[in-house]
């Protein structure tokens, strides 16, 4: 998400909150979900932002509405609505497939979301939890990313009337996407939820974007372990050009 915030919007100055200390949301309940997510908005806020991306999947299925509701003057994006409509206009036939966590598939939120834009649509949405740990450990591709992704996805494609739209849904997913696209095939379309985001984000801020002098920038905040996280920032964000430092924030 930065990566593709950061290629649309260079001249914006970004914060990008990881909430290393209640990782991983897919696994928790909607409840504390919102409640988690309420809380990183309130100290985003507090930083004085001007538009907020709810880059988590699993938090944008399940609090947005918290989220907007608490803040209605503050511009709000998730990346479901996103990756829905990238999804919709993607598909020839309409079947659809999201690989997403535990709880975004729980939440029902992608099949809606498309469904409002395509109702011809069938959606099938596939809990991938280690899809995660794959992307957060530097396995991004190879015989350990293929073999966990057969297990996932591979009844879903290469038969007839199986799926010809594969959304990458969750945040870490477009890292292992060159593995993820043999696997469904040259006829699936892959829908990286990121750089949808990223157009609808400078559509939103039309008129309020940064001057044209601005430099940008990036600020990493963690809830913990800033060490570690500065790593997997510099795995996950190679185009950052090495490692840079993190705050620590206690929510």
């Not at 200390?21 to 004085?48: D, H, I, M, N």
């Not at 591979?154 to 739209?165: K, Q, S, V």
């Not at 990493?220 to 060490?227: G, M, N, V």
């Amino acid at each position: 998400m930065v990566a593709a915030i950061r290629r649309t919007m260079p001249r914006e100055k970004l914060l990008y909150l990881a909430d290393v200390a209640r990782q991983p949301y897919g696994t928790k309940s909607p409840r504390t979900v919102t409640r988690y997510a309420v809380q990183a908005a309130e100290f985003l806020v507090g930083r004085g932002i001007k538009a907020l991306v709810v880059a988590c999947n699993t938090a944008s299925a399940v609090a947005l509405e918290a989220i907007s509701a608490r803040f209605p003057d503050l511009p709000v994006l998730g990346v479901v609505e996103a990756g829905a409509a990238g999804a919709a206009a993607a598909s020839v036939s309409g079947r659809i497939v999201v690989a997403a966590t535990e709880g975004t598939c729980r939440s029902q939120a992608y099949e809606g979301a498309i469904l409002r834009r395509r109702n011809d649509a069938r959606v099938t949405c596939v809990p991938c939890p280690l899809f995660v740990t794959l992307a957060e450990e530097g396995l991004t591709d190879g015989p350990i990313v293929e073999s966990v992704a057969r297990h996932y996805l591979a009844p879903l494609f290469h038969r007839a009337n199986d799926g010809d739209c594969l959304v990458l849904g969750c945040t870490h997913f477009p890292l292992l996407a060159p593995a993820l696209g043999r696997l469904a095939g040259p006829g699936v379309r892959l829908v990286d939820c990121a750089e949808a985001t990223a157009v609808l984000l400078a559509e939103t801020l039309v008129g309020r974007e940064a001057p044209e002098e601005s430099e940008g920038g990036l600020t990493l905040i963690s809830t913990d372990a800033p060490e570690r996280f500065a790593r997997m920032a510099d795995r996950l964000f190679p185009a950052l050009g090495g490692m840079l430092p993190v705050e620590l924030a206690d929510l």
